[in-house]
């Protein structure tokens, strides 16, 4: 229920309030602050649970439908023709033996944005990976990245149009040369999505250490 709430009705509840609470508060009078509150109050749930529950039950097809349409765009075309595959909402191949997968994103607020997923050996030397690695890509790496112990994912954010194709490859080999210079791996997917059990409990067990 938690994560429904966040997904689908937390966004609209955000986008909402920052749309009528300026000119709710440009427009009130002291002495209706009160009536306003409860009205506000009122009018957001309202427009919460109403746009919330349709982006619940259809907000999913609508992305699926809009990453498909996104793939007929010259940026997924360029890299479709340099070797990776259409995988009907994404595109997938390999750069530098790196699993890369690359696909369009748009929220509520409209925010568009192409989502790069960078999969990575988790192990060093047969070793999990540090975390003071982590640690360190954290404080050196870009705003746009998000580190996890398996992955990089990276968030191109545009306006009106898509990135080129250079300019998003450049991006992608950008990332692979940091991971190049922490020593970080590639993996096949298969490999990698063989890991995954065994990375959960290794990082499961840390966790439960620290605490």
């Known amino acids: ?6 997904k689908y009705y937390f966004p609209v509840f955000g986008l909402a309030l920052t749309m009528i609470a300026p000119i709710a508060i440009l427009n009130y009078k002291s002495e209706d602050l009160l009536d306003m509150i409860i009205g506000l109050s009122i009018l957001l749930t309202l427009i919460t649970l109403f746009v919330g529950t349709l982006n619940y039950k259809f907000g999913d097809k609508f992305k699926i439908k809009a990453q498909k349409s996104a793939l007929k765009k010259e940026l997924f075309k360029q ?9 009907g909402v994404s595109v997938f191949g390999y750069i530098d033996d790196y699993s890369i997968t690359i696909s369009a994103e748009q929220d509520y607020q409209p925010r568009k944005w192409i989502k790069i997923i960078i999969l990575f050996n988790p192990k060093l030397e047969n070793q999990f990976i540090p975390r003071y690695v982590f640690n360190k890509l954290y404080k050196e790496g870009k705003r746009n990245y998000s580190w996890n112990s398996n992955s990089l994912i990276i968030e191109k954010v545009y306006g009106f149009k898509m990135p080129k194709y250079t300019s998003l490859k450049d991006i992608i080999e950008d990332a692979i040369g ?34």
């Open 79 to 87: 890299f479709i023709y340099n070797g990776f595959e259409d995988n």
């Open 1 to 6: 229920m938690k994560e429904v709430l966040l």
């Open 178 to 211: 940091i991971l190049k210079q922490n020593n970080i791996s590639p993996i096949k997917v298969e490999d990698w999505n063989l890991s995954i059990e065994e990375s959960v409990k290794h990082y499961n067990q840390i966790s439960r250490l620290k605490n």
